[in-house]
Structure formats: C-alpha cells, structure tokens
C-alpha cells in the first residue's frame, strides 16, 4: 500500500520566491492535513479538507500562504512569496473519518 | 475544543529502565486519542490508538497506554525501554478535529 506521498522532499529556494508543496492522500481516504514543524513553534496544523472542501484554515499563518486540494488524490500548498521565516518541515497527512492520520515523509523547505 | 498537554517536554532514561510520558487532554464530547512517534527526519507513525472499549491500549515496538477517564490522561509506558526508542512521541486527541500535544523528546542512554 503506497503511503502518503510529499514532493519535494526538499526545497531550497530564495526569498520572495513562489513555493509549492504537493502531496497525494492515500485513496479512499476523505480527509487531508498540512501541518507545518519547527524547533520554536513544534507541529501546527494548517488547514484541513473534508472531501476536498476546506474545513478549517485558521492555522494558516497569514495570505501568503494558500492550499487547494482540486481532487481527491491531490493537494498543494503554497506559499507566495516566501520569506525565511518560512523555513521548516511540512508534513501533509490523510484520515478516513476519525480514524488515525497517516503522514507523509514530509518536505524539508528552506528558505534564503 | 478538545486540547492536549503534554507533560514533560523531554525524559531522558537509561537503557532497559520504565518510561511513562504522560498526556493530559480537554474535551466536552467524547474522545479517540493517539500516541504517535517521530523518528528523525521522518514523519509522523501512529503507535497505539484508543477508540473505545478496554481502556489498556497495547501498541507498536512493546508500547501500551492507559485510558483514564476520570483523570482525562492517556499515559503512554513502556517497561523496559531501548536505545532505538530514542524519539520525539506526540498525544494527539481527536473529537471534531485532531489535535496535537507539544511532543516529549525521549533520550535513551546507554
């Protein structure tokens, strides 16, 4: 069974640069997560959809960041344009209902 | 809204002793609750999951947590633990979203 599966799975790029995440669920599930990881902040959660609907993104830091899902085997997160501050590990994950999240390998993004 | 607390931040321990992180959550409805554990540059893994019926949850790698309902704990221990259980573990509540504790960076030595 392929797991969730993230690209890049690292980023390096300068700042003011336009950044896009991607990542594919795990099929048949109907939830999907971005969390963003960092030393200061620990794991936070983005934004969240519910059968490709946006549930809740009051996580998202501020409107450079957006995120879509235009399926259900397809997500991506975007950030424009981008700023060091940015810097960090951001992991999608995909749930059928409650049931336990399964997280992808995440995408190392550093920002210049 | 359901909340997690996450009781120590980091637990160091010597080869082959106890462990127990503890977590704490809030939440007016019922409840599943999760340990999950992060190796470095990884993603998260689920270790053990508590949906309903006994409250001693057995997980992955010799893990088990309580459930304690009246504390709203949900403790995860380990009897004797190794220097590859050397990790970042997170309690994660799930009532109408999920939600995450801080994690607890265990360090086994040797």
């Known amino acids: 069974d392929a797991g969730v599966i993230q690209s890049p799975r690292h980023e390096v790029t300068e700042m003011g640069q336009e950044v896009t995440l991607r990542c594919k669920p795990i099929?048949?599930?109907?939830?999907l997560f971005w969390y963003r990881q960092t030393m200061m902040r620990g794991l936070e959660l983005l934004i969240y959809?519910?059968?490709?609907?946006?549930?809740?993104d009051s996580g998202m830091p501020e409107d450079r960041f957006s995120a879509k899902m235009p399926n259900a085997s397809f997500s991506t997160l975007k950030i424009q344009p981008s700023e060091p501050r940015d810097s960090a590990v951001y992991f999608c994950?995909?749930?059928?209902?409650?049931?336990?999240?399964?997280f992808g390998d995440g995408t190392r993004l550093s920002i210049l | 809204a359901q909340s997690v607390t996450q009781l120590d931040s980091q637990v160091p321990v010597f080869e082959e002793a106890p462990v127990e992180l503890r977590c704490n959550y809030s939440?007016?409805?019922?409840?599943?609750l999760f340990w999950y554990v992060q190796y470095p540059n990884q993603g998260l893994q689920l270790l053990l999951k508590?949906?309903?019926?006994?409250?001693l949850v057995k997980g992955i790698n010799g893990f088990e947590a309580e459930f304690n309902k009246s504390q709203t704990s949900f403790h995860l221990r380990k009897p004797s633990v190794h220097i590859s259980d050397t990790a970042e573990y997170f309690c994660?509540?799930?009532?109408?979203?999920?939600?995450f504790g801080a994690g607890t960076r265990l360090t086994v030595k040797p």
């Open positions: 959809f519910n059968n490709n609907v946006p549930i809740d």
């Open positions: 994660a509540v799930s009532a109408n979203d999920m939600r």
């Open positions: 508590y949906l309903s019926g006994s409250t």
């Open positions: 099929s048949g599930h109907d939830y």
């Open positions: 994950a995909s749930s059928f209902r409650r049931q336990p999240q399964h």
């Open positions: 939440s007016s409805v019922s409840v599943y």
